[in-house]
Nanobody, 123 residues
Framework: QLMESGGGSVEAGGSLRLSCLVE????????MGWFRQAPGKEREGIIV??????YAIDSVKGRFTISRNGARNTLYLDMNNLKPEDTGTYFC????????????????????WGQGTPVTVSS
């Protein structure tokens, strides 16, 4: 089970930290990432991380950072210099299989999902 928190409303240029508490699965040694769905749009993959590396879409590179705390079994997304186009519901996701990297088609989705947390960025 994945449970996101930390969403909210901020002005453009602001920052937020999203958290994803994971139960029943370890955050270590598996591909995990963050996806978002803007109002009226399809869900998109924005950043993933595994033992083999981190991959992010161009629009968040240099602004968003993914990290994990094994002791707390939690995945994080630090978002800086937020823009109105970052508005949406953010979902934590994980690959069920351990010890492999993120699949090449990771943007299509992973196996396990949280319920999402909303982020609103005002101009």
């Amino acid at each position: 089970q994945l449970m996101e928190s930390g969403g909210g409303s901020v002005e453009a240029g602001g920052s937020l930290r999203l958290s994803c508490l994971v139960e029943r699965y370890t955050v270590s040694n598996r591909c995990m990432g963050w996806f978002r769905q803007a109002p009226g749009k399809e869900r998109e993959g924005i950043i993933v991380d595994s033992n083999e590396g981190t991959y992010a879409i161009d629009s968040v590179k240099g602004r968003f950072t993914i990290s994990r705390n094994g002791a707390r079994n939690t995945l994080y997304l630090d978002m800086n210099n937020l823009k109105p186009e970052d508005t949406g519901t953010y979902f934590c996701a994980a690959l069920r299989t351990l010890w492999i990297g993120c699949p090449p088609n990771w943007k299509m989705g992973l196996d396990l999902w949280g319920q999402g947390t909303p982020v609103t960025v005002s101009s």
